[in-house]
């Protein structure tokens, strides 16, 4: 790499090496030509909808867990037991 030497506005004697060459970079900072090979490496493609499906699963097996012990013997007599001491509260 050689220097340029040049002389300022003064007459001094400035030192200057050659500048880098110029790299465009994409938003991310990542060189363009390496942004396309990252991008079809992601293969994110359509992942919000397969998230919202497995959501809705896990929500209906959470749902129909809920609805097995609400709904089993002891859970339902201990409501009735609560909502008739509740009802038979004199104000």
């Known amino acids: ?3 340029a030497c040049i002389t300022g506005p003064e007459g ?3 030192t200057s090496l050659p500048a880098a ?3 465009p970079l994409a938003p991310g900072g990542l060189p ?3 942004l396309p090979r990252v991008t079809a490496l992601r293969g994110d493609a359509g992942m ?3 998230e919202y499906a497995i959501g809705s699963i896990a929500a209906a097996a959470f749902a129909a867990v809920l609805y097995t012990i609400v709904t089993g ?3 339902v007599s201990a409501l009735t037991g609560l909502l008739e001491r509740a009802l038979s509260v004199s104000f």
């Open 32 to 34: 363009r030509h390496v």
């Open 1 to 3: 790499m050689s220097r």
């Open 73 to 75: 013997d002891s859970i």
């Open 12 to 14: 001094n004697l400035v």
């Open 48 to 50: 919000s909808t397969v």
């Open 21 to 23: 060459p110029f790299t």
